[in-house]
């Protein structure tokens, strides 16, 4: 195996973890970070399961991250490797079999308006409520706030995501990545610790998904909230992230944690671009370069 990759500040075996598991004792409460670091979510040894009919599958093992506010950290793996399990239980759905999840250093216990999950289902709106209607009944529900003050804060959220002129519109009448706007306005206008994005634009088509990604930059730049976003695609992770937990297929291991903050959409098609995509493939499914 050739030289270290400087992008990659993580990679991790079994028989690494095994060591590590050996000689250290686990935390009771989350390491201390210093109050500057501006650490936000730590997801500390954390391992997941669920049920089928049949058996009870381990989709997540000992995995551990942090997030940092305003980071755009960004789930990567295959199809069943865990990454969605562990949103929903970072979302507080799905409670963790060990480990936990800490949020401002408290553990999560439960779903809450600190943590909003927009999904890649288009029809999460419902369908009898107009575009500012759906954005603005959250906010009166969860937030208590006036129907005034929920109408002003809903429009003021559609105009950044450039819906305003479709506010009074039903659902029904909005294209894919439309629908996907507003569900994407309706979670930022809730002003959540973290948004939590479940693979929001898998089933758009190539070139709504590249723009419902250079909106969803646009947005972060302007707002700089802090994104914990799930993909199976490479490229979307580099565009989209700015650090990348890549996961090993079922169930899910902490392979590597990169850096990606230097692509985005101009990178793509560039060997630097297409070098790293390699190197991200190779440590997804390259078990024996992973454990050298």
Not at 163 to 179: D, E, I, Q, R, V
Not at 247 to 275: I, K, T, W
Request: charged share 25%.
């Amino acid at each position: 195996m050739g030289a270290a990759d400087p992008g990659v500040s993580r990679v991790s075996t079994d028989a690494a973890r095994d060591l590590a598991d050996a000689i250290r004792p686990r935390p009771a409460e989350p390491p201390a970070v210093p109050a500057t670091s501006g650490r936000l979510l730590a997801i500390d040894r954390v391992s997941l399961e669920y049920r089928t009919r049949e058996r009870v599958v381990r989709a997540a093992h000992d995995v551990s991250f942090d997030v940092y506010g305003a980071d755009r950290f960004v789930l990567l793996g295959p199809s069943g490797c865990g990454k969605s399990t562990l949103l929903k239980a970072v979302a507080g759905f799905v409670p963790p079999v060990s480990g936990t999840i800490w949020l401002d250093g408290e553990p999560v216990r439960g779903p809450g308006t600190d943590r909003i999950v927009v999904f890649q289902e288009f029809d999460q709106l419902p369908p009898w409520k107009t575009v500012l209607q759906n954005v603005a009944f959250p906010l009166r529900v969860a937030k208590q706030l006036g129907r005034r003050e929920a109408h002003d804060l809903a429009l003021h959220t559609l105009h950044k995501v450039g819906l305003a002129p479709f506010a009074h519109a039903y659902p029904h009448t909005l294209s894919g990545g439309m629908k996907q706007r507003v569900a994407i306005a309706r979670a930022l206008a809730m002003q959540p610790r973290v948004l939590l994005m479940d693979e929001p634009f898998a089933a758009l088509d190539a070139l709504t998904r590249r723009r419902m990604q250079e909106e969803l930059l646009r947005l972060w730049d302007d707002v700089r909230f802090t994104l914990l976003f799930v993909t199976h695609s490479i490229d979307e992770a580099l565009v989209v992230g700015n650090r990348i937990l890549l996961l090993s297929p079922h169930p899910g291991r902490v392979r590597a944690e990169l850096n990606s903050h230097q692509h985005s959409h101009e990178s793509v098609g560039g060997d630097a671009f297409r070098d790293r995509v390699a190197d991200i493939h190779r440590l997804l499914f390259d078990t024996a370069e992973v454990a050298q």
